[in-house]
């Protein structure tokens, strides 16, 4: 088992018990799981629970339904709703928020948002995309469940974390940052990993874990077939919507469209009639739950202001004032992200104080005593000293550096790496590094032969060290990669690219005289992270 992974089994085995369900609740989860339960059993059960109970009658009646009249009768709205949606339900109305509302009331509002927003978006998308019923695999009831458990993690970090992990989500709210990739750079996982890891643990349906579970990528899951592909997929296009409406993260449209596009030919016109149908039943259904969400919402003005942003990029040559501005908050949040790495260290170590963040681990300790290095460029070397390659790597960087300065040429740095897909899964996986080395090779290629050093550094990571390279020119690399990578790949596999590739990039303009090679490795592997986190492939870069 990897570090990782025995960190996500740790917490989560703790949030099982933290998280247990009540008493009603485990015991429908019981019950329901009989293979010939009876509807009247199932009511004696959720009966006992006069909260349960007005939530259940109110998500029944509430517009999600659509019923032609009034349901007051328990036993009847649970023989509309079904016994699976029922449990998962349940579930999901147990979730123990008011457990740390003074904590983060905010931050909750925030989450409760996003994750209506996201279960009413699969619901809507599942309906009018995929035409499922209710009662087939795949519906609307089973995407709105898994739209509505996939962030837990989130309120498990929360709890568990306290105080550092509300500071860093605040951040992320304000910055409109992706939280995911941040979560992975700064602690190792993300939430959505966690969440897989406690539903996992409360024996949820596979079909929803796994297909929570998926991997984001519009290549691989436009691979997977009916019936098992449309869940993930519904859920996949349920994230980015709610990213676009719920955040205003304008960015993610160019990808909803594509994937839309690709997975059930999802149009700007059928779009805009989705988003119209979705605040209205995201405010009654928030209003069902009694949930508090977040003020200023307009997801149809949302969804224009990102049409009109997205135009205004798309005529500027390059659009590097709004990358630059987007990855300079994920690089300022990334930097102070020392608290919470500490927190998950203290947690799984079993001190008491991790929620006020006031223990240090070891590692910090060490680099303090050797000179009080900044904190993630002390990780960056340590990672990079314990191989040779990445010993070499600063070697001939400062190396050029030096060339550079005596020459007066800018100096540039790429990080290329394909997005690790399941080699098990997807064969073509295996081959993915190679041909992505072939195609900085290629690219490569017109320039002159003693102004590029590649230095692999890993199984699947190159980094390529380019003199005399401006950040226009490192860009425009960048890119030919990208298109040759498209190219290599797609002839191998028919056509079908199912693996993407990820660049970053740091450029020096004017090589200082203590130039640091570590700090110029540590923007590039920055950029690589940003690049990473759209889950298509992209380009990063910053000037150092």
């Not at 509505?148 to 509300?166: N, T």
């Not at 990445?390 to 300065?405: F, P, V, W």
């Not at 002159?448 to 950040?471: G, Q, Y």
Request: proline share 4%; glycine share 6%; charged share 20%.
């Amino acid at each position: 088992m990897t570090e990782t992974a025995s960190q996500l089994e740790e917490i989560a085995s703790r949030a099982v018990t933290l998280y247990s369900r009540p008493t009603v609740a485990m015991e429908l989860v019981r019950l329901a799981d009989q293979p010939h339960v009876d509807a009247h059993t199932l009511k004696e059960c959720v009966s006992q629970d006069p909260a349960l109970t007005c939530k259940v009658l109110r998500v029944v009646n509430s517009s999600l339904y659509g019923l032609n009249r009034p349901v007051a009768d328990l036993n009847q709205a649970i023989g509309l709703l079904g016994i699976k949606p029922l449990k998962l339900l349940v579930l999901g109305f147990s979730l123990p928020d008011a457990l740390f509302a003074e904590l983060a009331a905010r931050e909750l509002q925030w989450y409760w948002t996003n994750t209506l927003t996201r279960a009413v978006a699969a619901r809507l998308l599942s309906e009018q995309l995929w035409r499922r019923a209710p009662h087939e695999t795949g519906s609307g009831d089973e995407a709105f469940i898994a739209g509505l458990l996939q962030d837990i993690g989130i309120l498990v970090l929360l709890r568990e974390l306290g105080r550092p992990y509300a500071t860093f989500l605040t951040g992320v709210i304000d910055e409109k940052c992706h939280l995911a990739a941040l979560e992975k750079d700064s602690i190792g996982f993300d939430h959505v990993q966690l969440s897989v890891a406690l539903l996992a643990k409360w024996h949820l349906p596979q079909r929803l874990v796994d297909a929570i579970a998926a991997p984001k990528q519009t290549a691989r899951l436009a691979r997977m077939t009916s019936p098992n592909g449309d869940l993930p997929q519904v859920l996949h296009l349920a994230e980015l919507l709610m990213q676009l409406v719920g955040q205003r993260r304008f960015q993610v449209l160019p990808e909803l469209l594509e994937a839309g596009k690709v997975y059930r030919g999802l149009t700007k016109s059928k779009l805009t009639s989705l988003v119209e149908g979705l605040q209205p039943q995201v405010d009654q259904l928030a209003e069902v739950l009694s949930l508090e969400l977040s003020e200023k919402r307009d997801y149809v003005q949302t969804l224009i202001d990102s049409h009109r942003h997205m135009s205004v990029l798309s005529e500027q040559i390059a659009g590097a004032s709004s990358v630059d501005k987007e990855l300079q908050a994920y690089n300022q949040l990334l930097a102070h992200t020392d608290d919470l790495s500490d927190a998950v260290h203290c947690f799984l170590s079993g001190r008491a104080d991790h929620k006020l963040a006031n223990c240090v681990r070891p590692s910090t300790i060490e680099h303090a005593a050797h000179g009080g290095e900044p904190a993630d460029e002390a990780r960056t070397v340590h990672n990079l000293n314990q191989n040779v390659s990445g010993a070499l790597l600063l070697r001939k960087l400062a190396a050029a550096a030096t060339r550079c300065r005596e020459r007066r040429q800018e100096l540039s740095l790429l990080f290329i790496e394909p997005n690790g897909a399941d080699k098990h899964a997807d064969p073509s996986a295996a081959t993915a590094s190679a041909q992505a080395r072939r195609a900085l090779g290629s690219a490569c290629a017109a320039l002159e032969h003693d102004k590029v050093t590649l230095v692999p550094l890993s199984e699947a990571r190159t980094a390529a060290i380019l003199r005399d390279c401006e950040r226009r020119s490192a860009l425009a690399l960048a890119h030919n990669v990208l298109a040759e990578f498209s190219r290599i790949a797609g002839a191998a596999s028919g056509g079908i690219l199912t693996t993407t590739l990820s660049i970053g990039v740091a450029t020096m303009s004017v090589v200082p005289k203590n130039f640091d090679p570590l700090r110029m490795v540590d923007r590039a592997a920055r950029c690589l992270s940003a690049a990473r986190a759209g889950g298509i492939s992209a380009v990063k870069s910053i000037e150092v």
